[in-house]
């Protein structure tokens, strides 16, 4: 069936470091990816997301990119800041049409911790 | 605008037990998700209406759980009997139709804990 891989699951990072978020779909039909950021006790809330005409979509510091060949996305933060502390979820959007129903599947998640 | 209202916020059951959570998803939203999310896991498609049909629920314990949108607007989602491995936080979540990559919405959350 379809699915939706994350890598890593954990990943700690220095206050200013980048982050690094990977993910990889199986339904060639998905053409939108939304990433989610989930802190603690909270709904997950949207926080960036790219459609599959698009490589790269960048807001401030949070960045996505997507290679719709090898069927992968990533977030990517810059000078990351201990507010970024939270949960990342992807995932991968089958869209509504004559012939199937509209599907959104989601990774893992991935707890992202910033030291100071 | 308003969001997705789910209650209760917090359930503690016995095993052998039922329980309903109730989900009012944002007006207009077609449809609806709800999401399964085992601590220190992703959210897991538990059921899918669009408006009050159901189009996808491979995923559903339907020996145990069960699920309606009567109306097209409102949902609520049970579990009869609960077991042990229950205990999660359920999340409701509705989009417009998924004709073009439309955002979904989330709820706080029902967080069951089984007992």
């Known amino acids: 069936g379809e699915n939706v891989e994350q890598h890593p699951s954990t990943l700690s990072v220095q206050e200013g470091d980048s982050a690094v978020i990977k993910c990889t779909y199986s339904?060639?039909?998905?053409?939108?990816f939304p990433w989610y950021k989930q802190e603690l006790g909270k709904r997950p809330q949207l926080i960036i997301d790219i459609r599959s005409n698009v490589g790269e979509k960048k807001d401030q510091r949070i960045a996505v990119t997507l290679n719709k060949t090898a069927k992968h996305f990533s977030l990517h933060i810059t000078e990351t800041q201990p507010e970024d502390s939270a949960v990342y979820f992807c995932a991968a959007l089958r869209p509504l049409t004559t012939d199937s129903w509209g599907k959104l599947q989601f990774g893992a998640g991935t707890q992202v911790v910033v030291t100071p | 605008e308003a969001g997705v209202a789910q209650s209760p916020r917090y359930k503690i059951i016995e095993k052998r037990q039922s329980v309903a959570f109730w989900c009012n998803p944002i007006?207009?939203?077609?449809?609806l998700y709800w999401y399964q999310q085992i601590l220190g896991q992703g959210p897991k498609l538990l059921i899918q209406f669009q408006n009050n049909g159901v189009v996808d629920d491979s995923q559903l314990p339907k020996d145990r759980f069960s699920a309606e949108r009567l109306k097209g607007v409102d949902s609520t989602l049970k579990i009869q009997p609960a077991k042990l491995e229950d205990s999660a936080v359920y999340l409701c979540?509705?989009?417009?139709?998924?004709?073009?990559?439309?955002?979904?919405?989330f709820g706080q959350g029902t967080r069951l804990t089984v007992v």
């Open positions: 979540a509705s989009s417009l139709p998924q004709t073009v990559n439309t955002e979904a919405f």
């Open positions: 339904d060639s039909a998905s053409n939108y």
């Open positions: 007006s207009g939203h077609a449809t």
